[in-house]
């Protein structure tokens, strides 16, 4: 809850940069092409300076561009962007900042993207969630049901790209710190990463960080293949605390695989055919 972040590395992608990330990575500092930023909270953006400074001043590739997509107009963030210039006012580094809206999209390659979604914690400054998607191609619904040769023959016939449609499949879809956010943006996502700060509704004060069991529906009704909980908050003692989530799993209906992120380690939270087995 001090220090948040998460480095995908597949996707050379960090969402949030929290404090601490520079030594976490150590010689994987240079391997991240993107930084998302969810919002400009402490513990989400003050490790920005010196993983910055890192890339820029440690032995290897110095000047390899990062691009850092941020909510736009987020006051924490451009505090830590006006503290970068502040700090080494001669030097320039080879980051590029793209402030964004719910809805606006960044390439993240030939055929990746981010996309921005609305995200819900509170406050007036704009908070985003981030969805990855690759775009793929698929058979058109009218020949989905059709036998391999009968399919092999209209494309001899009519030529594969008229039977075929695109379509984006979701790679990963983040919520950063914020409210159950609406299974639509992770439908059939590979991997969902959703806040569950809290074990019971009960705990929570202020409409601004979900519950599991709030994840948990949301990771049901969207499909997705794998949910990791996050941020989970510090006052439940972690020896009871798993063995409650574990429960709340069992009983969620939730047929992926789930687990715990908690202070950089990943912990099972269901198991049997076809989950990941405990890291």
């Keep these: 809850m001090f220090s948040n972040w998460l480095w995908h590395e597949p996707l050379g992608l960090v969402i949030d940069a929290g404090e601490g990330l520079q030594l976490a990575l150590g010689q994987r500092i240079w391997s991240p092409r993107t930084v998302a930023l969810t919002h ?23 000047d390899k561009p990062l691009a850092i997509v941020y909510p736009e107009g987020n006051a924490g963030v451009l505090a830590v962007r006006e503290l970068v210039g502040r700090l080494w006012p001669n030097e320039a580094f080879p980051v590029t900042w793209t402030g964004v809206r719910a809805g606006d999209e960044f390439r993240l390659g030939k055929a990746l993207g981010l996309r921005a979604f609305a995200a819900t914690h509170g ?20 020949f989905a049901g059709l036998a391999e040769p009968e399919v092999r023959q209209l494309a001899r016939e009519g030529g594969r790209d008229a039977l075929m449609e695109p379509y984006r499949h979701v790679r ?69 605390a798993i063995p409650a989530l574990r429960e709340q799993v069992a009983a969620s209906g939730f ?21 990941w087995p405990e890291a």
């Design 40 to 62: 400009g909270h402490a513990d989400h953006v003050l490790g920005l300076p010196g993983f910055i400074a890192s890339r820029r001043y440690a032995k290897g590739a110095q």
């Design 123 to 142: 406050g007036t400054e704009p908070t985003l969630g981030y969805v990855v998607f690759e775009e793929r191609r698929r058979l058109k619904p009218a």
């Design 172 to 240: 990963l879809a983040h919520s950063g710190d914020s409210m159950p956010v609406d299974p639509s943006v992770a439908a059939g996502a590979d991997l969902l990463v959703h806040d569950a700060t809290f074990l019971d509704a009960a705990d929570r004060r202020r409409e601004i960080h979900a519950t599991a069991s709030e994840a948990l529906e949301v990771g049901r009704a969207a499909g997705v293949r794998c949910l990791v909980l996050q941020h989970l908050s510090i006052r439940y003692d972690r020896a009871s």
């Design 255 to 275: 047929a992926g695989a789930c687990w715990l992120l908690d202070d950089g380690r990943l912990t099972a939270l269901n198991t049997g055919p076809g989950l």
